[in-house]
């Protein structure tokens, strides 16, 4: 084979090798962090002032104990602003959802594809995410007890973080973004 030829192969097989790995690195099952908004409203990533526009005056503003908290958002310093159990983390003038609790108040994030509130019922879930129920896991959590966990991607594309939908009784309780440490 000649030197040209060896190229023009060896280019078409890097090529080939690249589409390969991208069409691994797509998600077939995700929900959007882009197109979410809180309450309809509002970006997942805000303006605190908004926020508190939006949901009211929060119910507690806590600075958190950083050596227990394997990752974060902002990874600087923050505090975590609550309405019920609903966490969202702070830092500066901006604020970013954590944690949505169904059970403590009237937040829902709404998607074109789906809106996350307490209607939402595990069937649902097995219709739009049938992987992410197949990986479900029983876990314990504070103040919920035992909940089945479902992970879903926040992107089509391969990132670290998901959401954790937790159910009990086949409802959606809690609504987790999850990064790992």
Not at 66 to 91: H, P, V, W
Not at 105 to 110: H, R
Request: glycine fraction near 4%; charged fraction near 25%.
């Amino acid at each position: 084979m000649s030197y040209p030829l060896k190229i023009l192969a060896y280019f078409l097989l890097s090529a080939f090798i690249q589409k390969t790995d991208a069409v691994k690195a797509v998600n077939p099952e995700y929900i959007d962090w882009k197109t979410l908004k809180i309450n309809n409203q509002l970006p997942l990533l805000c303006k605190k002032a908004e926020l508190i526009n939006l949901l009211g005056t929060a119910d507690s503003i806590k600075t958190p104990h950083y050596e227990d908290i394997c990752a974060s958002y902002f990874g600087t310093a923050f505090k975590y602003l609550y309405f019920g159990e609903s966490q969202f983390e702070t830092s500066g003038t901006m604020a970013v959802v954590s944690t949505i609790d169904l059970e403590s108040g009237n937040i829902k994030l709404v998607s074109p594809m789906i809106t996350l509130d307490k209607s939402v019922t595990l069937e649902m879930i097995k219709r739009m995410f049938p992987i992410g129920v197949k990986n479900a896991e029983l876990i314990e959590v504070e103040k919920k007890g035992k909940v089945l966990s479902i992970k879903v991607a926040t992107s089509k594309k391969e990132t670290d973080d998901a959401w954790l939908l937790l159910f009990r009784n086949g409802k959606l309780v809690r609504i987790d973004h999850w990064i790992p440490c």
